[in-house]
């Protein structure tokens, strides 16, 4: 897959109205532009967000098949369903999902749940849930399970602490999440890994391109040994804003970008879409 992928990931920020006004605004932007050489665009608002979200791009979407068609009325509803899906400018995301398919897990919701609801990818093991929420590789293996089952794209996200990598222990760490995060027998037929540093998460400090290169690369050479992963991406997250976004992107093996501050702002977050 040659295609860049660059996700926002507005964690628990965000109103309704600055949701609606931000996909209004983006989708403006996104209007005329060449599909095929724009990356593939994913928002991982909060999850009571997305069923609300999907609506609005229904909308847009809709518009743009009554220009194309004179009747929409006299077309299939599986037929709307795919048109829809293919003029899908940007795909949305869940934060999290829950491991189980149901039952008494007050406060959390199912892959199933988030796939209702118009989820397409799932954000797993992000380093505040694994620092706040106490989340072990074991349970993200299991949440990668559940949204595999689901049909939704798992975005695993990994990386050290900064006294690991001054103590060196980086790289094993990082060979460490990715064994114990990944279930061993299931087929995953499209894997996201977002390396990010928690260092960088928020800080402004950014990895130097040689080190996101290495990085990259271990990740790479970890992911091909596996037999049960059909195609995978790999990205980059931690600080990233309009001036370093291009850069980071032409790192080899770096495959796209997770972006959580800079992509509130959707002017910000265009620029990245283009850098
Ligand atoms: P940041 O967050 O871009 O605000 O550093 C990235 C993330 O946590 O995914």
Redesign the pocket.
Known sequence: MNKKII?A?W?MNSSFDEAQIWIENLSQKLIGKNVQTLPEIVLCPPSIMIDYIDGLLIENEFEEIEKMHSDVEQIEEKELEKLIASLRLIKLGGQDCHHNDKGAFTGEISAKMLKDCGGWYV?LG???RRQHCKETDQIIAQKISAAVKENLVPIL?VGESKKQREQGVYKDFIINQIENSLPQNLLIKRLIV?Y?PIW?????VTPTIAEIEEIADLIKQELQQRKNISEFQILY?????SENSGEILNTKNINGL??????LDDREFFKIICS
């Open positions: 996700i990931n964690k954000i992000h380093s505040e996200c977002a990010e960088s998460i928020g800080s402004g997250g931690g600080s990233v804003n997770l972006v959580g501050g800079a992509s």
